[in-house]
């Protein structure tokens, strides 16, 4: 067992939390976790969970500029594994493409001045490319 109470408190972090609901130009990154996926420029990408074999994106973004500029966040995406529905389908991919393209959404609403949520902005964005 170990005695915590001499630890020290974390710092603070520097500034305050961003606000639910802001907007900010985010870069994503994905770190590479050594594990293949099942394409040849997949190799090396994913990252797999320890308790469930399920295969990850381990992705970091980076707020680009505003009074958030350079603070991070991280979260990861299930693509492969884990539970899966009745149709043998990766829950977790199922919530990651949701989330994939609500970025992708965001990214080209804001970009051609188009509301997000707009359902055309995912059909009429052929060409472009995520960046």
Same mark, same amino acid.
């Given at each position: 067992?170990?005695? %915590?109470?001499?630890?020290? *408190? @974390?710092?603070?972090?520097? =500034?305050?939390? !961003?606000?639910? /609901? $802001?907007?900010?130009? !985010?870069?994503?990154? !994905? &770190? *590479?976790?050594?594990?293949? /996926? $099942?394409? *040849?420029?997949?190799?090396? %990408?994913?990252?797999t $969970?320890?308790?469930?074999?399920?295969?990850?994106?381990?992705?970091?973004?980076?707020?680009?500029? =505003?009074?958030? +500029?350079?603070?991070?966040?991280?979260?990861?995406?299930? #693509?492969? /594994?884990?539970?899966?529905?009745?149709?043998? #389908?990766?829950?977790?991919?199922? !919530?990651?493409?949701?989330?994939f393209?609500?970025m992708?959404?965001?990214?080209?609403? $804001? &970009?051609? /001045?188009? *509301?997000?949520?707009?359902?055309?902005?995912v059909?009429? +964005? @052929? =060409?472009?490319?995520?960046?």
């Amino acid at each position: 067992m170990y005695d %915590l109470n001499d630890a020290q *408190p @974390q710092m603070p972090p520097v =500034g305050e939390l !961003i606000p639910d /609901g $802001s907007f900010a130009r !985010i870069c994503m990154t !994905i &770190r *590479p976790g050594g594990v293949d /996926g $099942s394409a *040849p420029m997949d190799t090396g %990408l994913l990252k797999t $969970s320890a308790t469930s074999g399920a295969r990850m994106l381990d992705c970091e973004f980076t707020v680009l500029d =505003g009074p958030f +500029a350079r603070r991070k966040f991280w979260q990861n995406f299930t #693509v492969a /594994g884990g539970k899966v529905d009745d149709k043998g #389908v990766s829950k977790g991919w199922t !919530i990651a493409k949701a989330a994939f393209r609500a970025m992708i959404d965001s990214a080209l609403a $804001s &970009r051609r /001045g188009t *509301p997000r949520g707009d359902p055309g902005a995912v059909g009429s +964005a @052929q =060409g472009h490319h995520a960046r």
